[in-house]
DNA sequence: GCGTTACGGTAACATCCGTTACGAGTCGAG
DNA sequence: CTCGACTCGTAACGGATGTTACCGTAACGC
């Protein structure tokens, strides 16, 4: 037990050793030295726990999709009304402080590491596609009256929308301040009468 | 004259290489090695061109940039109206084929290689800021009576929404097909009474 | 025609990478 | 207390990477 939960602990460390150094490194300074440094062990213990340095990786890209979803459901369930829900699941999207910007570089990263690599780009789309199904299902909510095909179109855009925003703050958060994009969101929202 | 424009062509094909190895292989695999063999030459072509590594990347980068402005320059001076420019320079910008979903791969092959790197992340929020600006004036050509405010957060709104559009169709193309971002982009220009 | 110069390929260098082998230390069962 | 299994750090290995030095060769001025 204890054994085993020492396992999972020290995975989850090494995992948010992978973020800090993709959020503050690089995709390229990535390496398994790196990520050991971050994490305060050698390399001993990180090839100990993965087989090697893909499983890593994946493992820390599932853990940071596990706890963005769960920050997601919670903000989701608190909400009073679907509009409430909407806004706020979006809004946690967006790069407003520090750790979503970070949280969008290290998830840029991901992506970029994705390009050659078969297990990363299915996590990654399946990740995608259970978000955008969210958004969908909290759009239905907020709009019973609509049909099926606005409120996809109207779906694909709020997370394509929440997408750039958080993509375009983390490279330049100066010029893309959080109200900015807080503003750009509730206006887009009232555009489509979801607010 | 014709030495300075062999090395202007060999310095093109070469950021082509960078393009075409960051499209299909990633970052990580983005070595000059991998660029010289995929411009069919050798490393030492390479190094005699650009002093290092890092200046071979900004150099694609910087031609990457170029291209896509000089693109959005033709498509806007050849459109009738603001709102017609309006929206040819933002639907250029989502991922609606193979080519503009390279596009964006490589975009983001590079920014997440800008972490690192002062230059490219410079040139980055440069592009960006340029990108943001032109979608500003062309909104506000659109739209005369409204506030600079709101031409303000209704740009930004919709460049979020044309990079977020093409990184998740670069990523996922069946899961966002053309149809679906074009009919995104028009649903929302609408809805902001922009059409 | 010849010497010079720039060009570009070859090969080497030091360094860093992922991975593996091995050994010291630790914990628990009998 | 002893022995075996497990944990993790150390050190090494083969390979790849960025960069440099060197050398043949083709083009250009005189």
Known sequence: MSRAADKTAQAETLSRAVWTVLATRGLEHLTVRAVAAAAGCTTGLVMHRFPNRRALLLHARRLLHETTRARVEALESAAATPREALYAALRQGLGTDEQ????????????????????????????????????????AAAAPTWTAARV???????????????ALAAADPAAFPAEDQEQALSVTLAAFDLS
Do not use: C, P, S, Y
């Open 152 to 166: 996809a179109t109207v779906a694909l855009a709020l997370i394509a929308m929440a997408e750039g925003a958080a």
């Open 100 to 139: 979503t910007r970070q949280e969008a570089i290290v998830w840029m990263g991901f992506l970029a590491a994705a390009i050659a690599d078969d297990e990363l780009i299915d996590e990654h789309r399946r990740n995608n596609r259970a978000w955008r199904d969210r958004i969908h299902r909290l759009v």
